[in-house]
C-alpha cells in the first residue's frame, strides 16, 4: 500500500472507534466544525497546532467524529478507484486519432463539493471571474461548490461546468465552440452508472443543462449524427 492508503487507513480505523463510542445518534452543534475544514484535516492541509486542536475538538464532540467517520471512508473509496484506473492527462496529438472519456471524481460532503482527481485539471481552483447560474463571482481556492473544466473533442471546444446547488443538487452544463454546423448536430445523453438511460439533449445555441441531478454517479455521451465523439464520467464519492 502506497503512503496514502497507510494514511487514510490509519485514519479510517481512528474515526471508526471514536464514532463508536456514541451508540446514539449524534447531532450537530454550532461549533461543529464543517466539513470543509474535516477534508482538509484529512488531507494534512492545516498547520500542525491547528491540526492538532480541531483533532482535540473532533474528539470531543459524537458528531463530528461520525463525520470525519464518513468523509474518511468515502476518500479511502476515491483512492481505491484511482488505484485501479490509470489516469493520464490528455495529449492534444492523441486525442485527434482517437477520443478518450474524460474521468472526474468529486467528494460530496455537508455544504460542499471537493474535487478529488481526473483526466483534466479544473480551472475553477484559480481565482478567476467565474459565471455562475446566480451571476459573476470570483472564485477562490477554497470555495467547492462550482468547477469548471476546458476539454477539446474533434476539433470542438468543449467546457464542462459542474454546480453544487440548493437542495443537495447537482448541475452539469455543457458549453460547446466551433464550427455552428457542426454544433446544430451534436447531442449529450445522460445515463447512469450502469449505463441506463436518464436523459437526452440536443446542444442549442452551444449549451445543453442537465439541472437538479442526484449526487451520483454519471456519465455523459457526446455525440454527431449517431457518431460517438467522447465521453464524461462524474464519479460522486459521498461522504
Not at 95 to 105: D, N
Not at 130 to 145: H, L, N, P
Request: aromatic share 6%; charged share 30%; hydrophobic share 40%.
Amino acid at each position: 500500500m502506497t503512503q496514502r492508503y497507510d494514511i487514510l487507513d490509519l485514519e479510517l480505523r481512528e474515526a471508526c472507534l471514536l464514532a463508536m463510542q456514541s451508540p446514539d445518534l449524534p447531532q450537530p452543534s454550532g461549533t461543529d466544525p464543517d466539513d470543509e475544514l474535516l477534508l482538509r484535516l484529512l488531507d494534512g492541509g492545516l498547520p500542525q497546532s491547528e491540526s492538532r486542536d480541531l483533532r482535540k475538538q473532533v474528539g470531543a464532540s459524537a458528531y463530528s467524529r461520525e463525520r470525519l467517520a464518513t468523509l474518511t471512508e468515502a476518500l479511502a473509496e476515491a483512492d481505491t478507484a484511482k488505484a485501479a484506473t490509470k489516469v493520464d492527462r490528455f495529449d492534444q496529438k492523441v486525442l485527434a486519432e482517437s477520443p478518450s472519456p474524460v474521468r472526474l471524481s468529486f467528494v460530496w460532503a455537508q455544504d460542499c463539493l471537493r474535487y478529488l482527481w481526473g483526466t483534466l485539471e479544473p480551472r475553477s481552483l484559480i481565482a478567476v471571474p467565474v459565471a455562475t447560474r446566480s451571476g459573476t463571482a470570483k472564485q477562490s481556492e477554497e470555495e467547492t461548490s462550482f468547477f469548471d473544466f476546458a476539454h477539446h473533442i474533434d476539433g470542438i471546444d468543449v467546457v464542462i461546468q459542474i454546480e453544487r446547488v440548493r437542495n443537495n443538487l447537482l448541475d452539469v452544463q455543457l458549453s460547446f465552440d466551433g464550427d455552428t454546423d457542426r454544433l446544430k448536430r451534436l447531442r449529450v445523453t445522460l445515463a447512469d452508472s450502469r449505463g441506463g438511460l436518464l436523459d437526452s439533449q440536443p446542444v442549442e445555441k452551444g449549451k445543453t443543462r442537465f439541472a437538479a441531478l442526484e449526487p451520483l454517479p454519471h456519465e455523459l455521451l457526446i455525440s454527431s449524427a449517431q457518431k460517438e465523439l467522447g465521453r464524461v464520467r462524474l464519479d460522486v464519492y459521498t461522504g
